[in-house]
């Protein structure tokens, strides 16, 4: 059926590209090359499709679908409607299958990111390729002489229903009597039900610095996490840059029960600190932080990384190489190694690899 | 009675202002010479800045958020204000397309994709550098300014008036003062300026964009070079926000003088207002091609 609404999004796609009221469509697709212990490695995350367009004078629809580069079948990574000027006091709605507005980076696409991989850290608590899940998000536009917006979202999936690139029970002391996660177990009997809010504030010092800061919190029947962040970016011109990004979560992995907390809990410290300058039209380079913690089980990681990107025209093609420090667990030891990561991503259409 | 009646008018002086923001500062001048102290404006692109790029800010949407009217330039030039726009959240803005009573040119034939490079497929979007395409700008604002605030159409028509009187005072002094330009051959960075060269008789002969946004190749740096030895071509001549590193790299293999405009009000020193925008660029360029102008 999916392959069906697909293939029918496509087609109108190609069949309306021409007229003036069209959604709009895109693809992005990759290549990456990665070594790990003189191991080199070719893939592809498959490709992203996107199809936005306005339904009204007053909202907006967006589509994603990515196909990986495998047998599996095409996922619907989003499919949202917003109303941003429909509605009165300065509320906003989101509708659908959608990533929360929840931290500084879970609402952006992999592709945006100038460090190639999302923070291990903040990918132990909201997926290898972050929370999206079904629900409905009312934004609202605070009367504050700022840009200040009150995020509170809804959804009918947690994030232990979504695909942990590494799982955070693989790092949990198992004898620890007192920690228990059971990640996927019981999914049936879990009411998955998750709410998130975040308030965030956006600040010009002046015409060229920016600040902007934000705190998060989510919760579920058993899950919950608290989170801060901020950014300041200092753009003097078109071609040149400095972004300083950090964010920090703290996540309580413990077993809720009838609302209560049953077990004592196990905590995870994630966040992650980058400094990224554009230097001129084509180039930036960058380096990254990224830290994790579990606090009963003592295990953390600070893991660092530098990365370049090169985007020769348009930004319609990418070049990326991230060399930085992994984390992994062998054979009952953790090991770190050093791990270079080159990746291409190309666009078609106006959904762009990375955003100004 | 009387201190409420004054009380009431001061207010509504203070307040009752038609709140516009525009794209660029070209129009947030002629609303601001239209409006007088009936508006108060607020430009998100700077003059200086790159209008075809600039980074979607919440605090552009908050700008915006209280608006009456916005005044965008159109033809895929300013993308980005639809995201500003909506992101403000105001269900009540008039959105204002400027390019809609313009007589637009280059609009590309066949199919438009992007091995043309950062073509625009309603057509070149730089219309505001025609000082005529200035008075038809000026006539929509006023337009729209009278929707928004009835009371005040007189005031508007009065500046509008006046607006036109002395645009057409300059392009008269422009014609006379700057005849010698008609016929110049130059190379432009990018191409802003069909507008521009077509009003006042200067011959575009190439552009350092081998492609509209696609930066110079050497290949085509080598192509630059050799055709200005062989065409003896005076003068290169760039947007302000362009750096200066290729056509200095020109000028020293080729002795050819180098130049930079002001796109928009507010993008260099001299270009304070609309009017002031063409005096600038085209004393500018006589200087550079060494021809009189009083």
Known sequence: MLQKLVGGLIFSGILFSQTMANPQFSIVGDL??????????????????????????????????????DDSPIELEEAVITVERGLPFGFGLRAGKFRPDLGKINKDHVHLFPFIEAPKGISMVLGEEFYAATGLEVNWLTPLPWYSNLSVGYFNSDISSHDHGEDVSDHIDHDHDDVHFDGEQDNEEKQATAFSARWSHFIDLNEVNHFEFGTS??????????????????????????????????????????????????????????????????????????????????IYSMDPSIFIGFSPAEESAVLRIRIGQVANDHEGHHEKYLKTTAQLIWSLGPHKPHRY | MKKQIILFTLLSFCFGKVRVVTSTTDLADIVKTIGGDRVTVTSIARGNQDP?????????????????????????????????????????????????????????????????????RFGNPHYWLDPKNGKRIAKLIAEKLTNAEPKSSDLFRKNLDAFNLQLDKAILDWEKRFVNLQGKKLIYYHNSWPYFSNYFGLETVEFLEPKPGITPSPAKLNHIIQRIKSDDIMVIASESYFSDRVPKFIASKTGVKTVKLAQSVGAMEGADSYIHLFETNLKILSQAFGVEHD
């Open chain 1, 32 to 69: 990456v090359m990665d070594q790990l212990q003189k191991d080199p490695n070719l893939s592809s995350s498959g490709i992203e499709i996107a199809v936005q367009g306005y339904v009204n004078p007053f909202a907006r629809a967006d589509v994603y679908l990515h196909k990986h580069n």
């Open chain 1, 217 to 298: 919190y989510y919760t579920d029947y058993e899950k919950s996490f608290g989170g801060a962040d901020f950014k300041y970016k200092w753009r003097p011109n078109k071609y040149r840059s400095l972004t300083i990004q950090g964010e920090m979560i703290q996540f309580e992995l413990g077993d809720k029960h009838e609302e209560k907390t049953v077990h004592p809990k196990e905590v995870l410290t994630a966040g992650y600190l980058l400094v990224n300058f554009q230097f001129n039209k084509a180039w930036n380079v960058g380096v990254m932080g990224d830290y994790w913690d579990f606090d009963l089980a003592d």
């Open chain 2, 52 to 120: 075809h790029y600039v980074e979607i800010l919440p605090s552009y949407m908050f700008k915006v958020k209280k608006a009456d009217i916005y005044f965008m330039v159109g033809m895929e030039l300013d993308l980005w204000a639809k995201s500003i726009i909506d992101g403000s959240r105001n269900r009540h803005i008039d959105v204002v397309d400027c390019s809609i009573e313009i007589e637009k040119m280059e609009i590309p034939t066949g199919t438009v994709d992007a091995r043309m490079g950062d073509i625009h």
